[in-house]
């Protein structure tokens, strides 16, 4: 049975911090509602958004670019900011190199960021197909990349109940893969306090880029952790709850200290409902 792709907005305590989690490509949000489920038990205001082309058909999504997923997470991000003096971002994949360069643009408003596979550069066949599938070369004709084994995911059962496309665009690849080369740019603007959690078996996103964006982020506060027993899709991979550990560690550890750093007399912030 596959599972809910519907954009969710769970409430938290009056009070919390908010959480802006961001879906991969060709994915959807139920790629983060465990996680955000996970999250609002702890107290925070989640939402998880749709990403434009995403959850519908894939054609939708051979007709966005990165310019349509960046002024989407622009929109969520500024409106869960209405509702919460602090705001989180989490991202897998795809999500995670939104929330790196929605971080390069706005890091003063963000109280922490969480990147969760994001790639760099692609692993397996992936950018050596967009290679030959430009205009001149061998491939030129392809419009669609098959995803013959489905999600990069090692629990079967998530795996079947993943509702993300079955194959790739080529024109959305394209667009992604010049987006993984900007973001890699901007890293050195990051400067929110930055988590970085990547699996060693990764098959799309190679480890190595892990190390390459905590290297390069401009933030003083950098946590790297290198997860084991699971594949790209770690939000719903098995042991998917050391991910929710880290990330609500983290959120509370960054809210701890900046609390601690406001005068006395400043109020708490609120988040409403």
């Known amino acids: 049975m596959p599972g809910d792709p519907r954009p969710f907005d769970l409430a938290g305590d009056p009070g919390g911090v908010g959480v802006l989690l961001i879906h991969g490509f060709t994915g959807t949000p139920f790629e983060m509602r465990y996680l955000g489920a996970r999250l609002a038990e702890r107290g925070f205001t989640v939402v ?10 894939v054609e939708d999504l051979d007709a966005t670019t990165a310019r349509h997923w960046v002024g989407a997470v622009d929109r969520a991000f500024t409106d869960l900011r209405a509702r919460c003096a602090e705001v989180a971002v989490v991202g897998q994949s795809l999500g995670g190199l939104l929330t790196l360069d929605l ?3 706005r890091s003063s408003e963000i109280l922490a960021v969480a990147s969760l596979a994001a790639p760099l550069w692609l692993g397996g066949l992936a950018t050596a197909v967009v290679r030959a599938a430009q205009p001149g070369q061998p491939l030129a ?10 999600s990069d995911v090692r629990a079967r059962d998530a795996r079947r109940a993943n509702p993300a496309y079955r194959a790739v665009p080529m024109r ?4 992604l893969v010049d987006f993984m080369q ?3 740019g901007e890293l050195a603007a990051v400067t929110a306090p930055t988590l970085i959690l990547h699996a060693a078996d990764d098959h799309t996103a190679p480890v190595a880029c892990a190390a390459r964006i905590s290297g390069a982020v401009g933030a003083t506060v950098v946590r790297r952790r290198i997860l084991t027993r699971r594949f790209h899709l770690g939000t719903r991979d098995v042991a998917r709850d050391v991910v929710v550990a880290e990330v609500a560690a983290f959120i509370a550890a960054q809210r701890a200290a900046a609390t601690a750093d406001r005068a006395p007399q400043e109020r708490e ?3 409403s409902t």
Not at 141 to 150: D, Q, T, W
């Open 48 to 57: 998880g958004p749709r990403l434009p082309g995403h959850g519908t058909r």
């Open 141 to 150: 004709g392809l419009r669609r990349l098959p995803k013959l084994g489905g």
């Open 269 to 271: 912030p609120t988040c």
């Open 182 to 184: 900007q973001v890699e």
């Open 172 to 175: 959305a690849l394209r667009e």
């Open 103 to 105: 971080a390069a643009r």
